[in-house]
């Protein structure tokens, strides 16, 4: 799939800091969203998708503030209605993308990489740049040669 | 109004793509037509740029709301 215009692709704890002002990252993801031109694409894939709804319903992370599935479905349509933002199904070489992202990590248990590493694939195979808050991810990102921005 | 056209298909795809209609029981147009949907959404959307949180209210958030990690743990839960 080649996409032409800037594209960004927020992680999973980006679209929740978007989503959730009690985010303690939502002053800096709004500072950076707000910059970008109508004609950037913000993309959900279906994991972010899936993990925006997951996250918003459950109350061990939403506290007080938990939606009902209704409202969190609400609040995902609401953000497909902004001219920035569209879903994109899995790009075609999301596996060996996914492979090779997990590579490094090859002779180590399985850990919270897995997660990130698809989602770094999949922000690679829409030829898009990943966001994110998580130091860790953004540095591994980086010395393997991904597109990655850290807001803030 | 639709429009016709033609497009040469390698033979393999073609294969996959009947056998896809078959099994499915769609046509082949149908399932072209979704594929190109799918893969280059409709992007002339009129709406408005969200410039705020959706969600602001003031209560407690829970113990496990994440701060800079992904939660992956919750998703595959």
Redesign the interface.
């Known amino acids: 799939?080649r996409i032409r215009m800037t594209s960004f692709f927020p992680?999973?704890?980006v679209w929740?800091a978007?989503?959730?002002?009690?985010?303690?990252?939502?002053a800096d993801a709004?500072t950076w969203?707000?910059l970008l031109p109508?004609e950037t694409?913000l993309i959900f894939c279906r994991?972010t998708h899936?993990?925006l709804l997951?996250?918003?319903t459950?109350?061990?992370?939403?506290?007080?503030?938990?939606?009902t599935v209704r409202k969190a479905w609400s609040?995902y349509d609401?953000?497909l209605?902004?001219?920035?933002v569209?879903?994109?199904?899995e790009p075609r070489n999301a596996d060996a993308e996914f492979r090779r992202v997990t590579e490094p990590f090859g002779a180590r248990p399985a850990s919270?990489w897995?997660?990130?590493a698809w989602?770094l694939a999949s922000s690679n195979g829409l030829q898009s740049t990943l966001v994110?808050?998580?130091?860790?991810?953004y540095q591994q990102a980086r010395k393997q040669g991904y597109s990655v921005v850290m807001p803030g | 109004m639709p429009v016709r056209t033609t497009v040469d298909l390698p033979d393999p795809l073609h294969d996959r793509l009947r056998n896809r209609a078959e099994q499915s029981g769609a046509s082949i147009r149908s399932l072209i037509v979704r594929a190109i949907e799918?893969?280059y959404?409709d992007?002339n959307?009129?709406?408005?740029?969200?410039?705020?949180?959706?969600?602001?209210?003031?209560?407690?958030?829970?113990?496990?709301?994440?701060?800079?990690?992904?939660?992956?743990?919750?998703?595959?839960s």
């Open positions: 799939m992680d999973l704890n929740l978007l989503s959730v002002a009690g985010h303690s990252h939502s709004w969203a707000n109508r694409r994991y899936i993990g997951r996250l918003l459950n109350q061990t992370v939403m506290g007080e503030q938990t939606l609040v609401r953000w209605a902004d001219p920035r569209d879903f994109y199904p919270k897995i997660g990130d989602l994110t808050f998580d130091r860790a991810l | 799918q893969t959404p992007t959307k009129s709406g408005d740029c969200l410039t705020r949180p959706l969600i602001q209210g003031s209560g407690k958030l829970g113990p496990a709301f994440p701060e800079d990690e992904n939660p992956h743990d919750f998703i595959f």
